[in-house]
């Protein structure tokens, strides 16, 4: 039917296996994942699992990823939204959509709900006003502190900016487990890069290593991109195969790209 199809397609195809280099905070969502494998065994000893998990860090280092792997490795529903979607000119509009996105979380669990830019709408709150802002940020404060402990939802934020968040936000019962995702280093850059080339045929020449030495700094959604842009660039010089040469345009142009955005970076 099609309510089953629209099921399906919040269910996430994402796997650990495609999270590469960040193997101690998969470690640390391990608990995570065996409490929406197995509720019954935690609800059984009176165990409260954290049911908000908050990725903080720069952009493109795989907080989204993570947060889909976790509902693979759970079979669980994915609900993906923006804080930004929840920003509306109307009072109420924002607390309604919480309220729906919540319903809709406990009808399909288990369940992550995440929410990528959760600065949006959990930024400081000004105490004496009621704007529309504050109302959904109450909301989202009222959701999570509502759910019983036999509920298989897991509330997973990301920001770049936590320090813009309201500290109601951050107490225990809420989001109480801060997780860093940091840009890559070395080695897993290398590990991100072989991700990213597993399904590309690569020219025997091509050292993966010996470009995770050449792309300090980057984050890994710019190592994916550099990967992509290589097997591009072989396309268009109408080869079968991916050339270090190729490899090296790739990196010039994200990087180039990157200092048209920002040109204090690099
Ligand atoms: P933003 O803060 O901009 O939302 P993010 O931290 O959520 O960024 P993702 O959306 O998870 O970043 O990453 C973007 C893409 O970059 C991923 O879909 C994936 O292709 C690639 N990527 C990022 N980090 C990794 C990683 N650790 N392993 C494999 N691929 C990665």
Request: charged share 30%.
């Amino acid at each position: 039917s099609e309510k089953d199809e629209n099921k399906e397609k919040d269910k996430s195809t994402i796997s650990f296996k495609d999270v590469a280099g960040l193997e101690e905070i998969k470690e640390e969502l391990q608990e995570t994942i065996d409490f929406l494998n197995n509720p019954h065994k935690y609800i059984k000893m009176g165990a409260k699992i954290p049911k908000g998990i908050l990725f903080y860090g720069p952009p493109g280092t795989g907080k989204t990823l993570l947060a889909k792997a976790v509902a693979g490795e759970t079979n669980s529903t994915f609900l993906y939204s923006s804080g930004s979607e929840f920003v509306e000119k109307y009072v109420g509009v924002g607390a309604k959509r919480v309220r729906t996105l919540f319903e809709r979380a406990k009808k399909e669990a288990p369940s992550i709900i995440f929410i990528d830019e959760i600065d949006a709408i959990g930024a400081k709150r000004n105490l004496d006003s009621n704007n529309e802002k504050d109302q959904t940020l109450n909301q989202l404060l009222v959701e999570m502190d509502g759910f019983n402990t036999s509920e298989t939802v897991i509330i997973v934020g990301a920001t770049n900016r936590i320090d813009l968040l309201d500290e109601a936000l951050l107490r225990p019962g809420r989001f109480d487990r801060h997780i860093y995702v940091g840009n890559p280093n070395i080695n897993a850059r290398e590990k991100i890069l072989e991700v990213h080339t597993k399904n590309k045929p690569l020219d025997s020449a091509v050292n993966i290593k010996s470009i995770a030495q050449k792309t300090t700094g980057l984050s890994g959604a710019e190592l994916a991109n550099i990967a992509n842009e290589a097997a591009i660039i072989a396309v268009r010089n109408n080869k079968n195969k991916i050339f270090i040469n190729d490899f090296n345009q790739a990196i010039e142009r994200v990087v180039a790209g990157l200092e048209v955005k920002n040109p204090s970076i690099l």
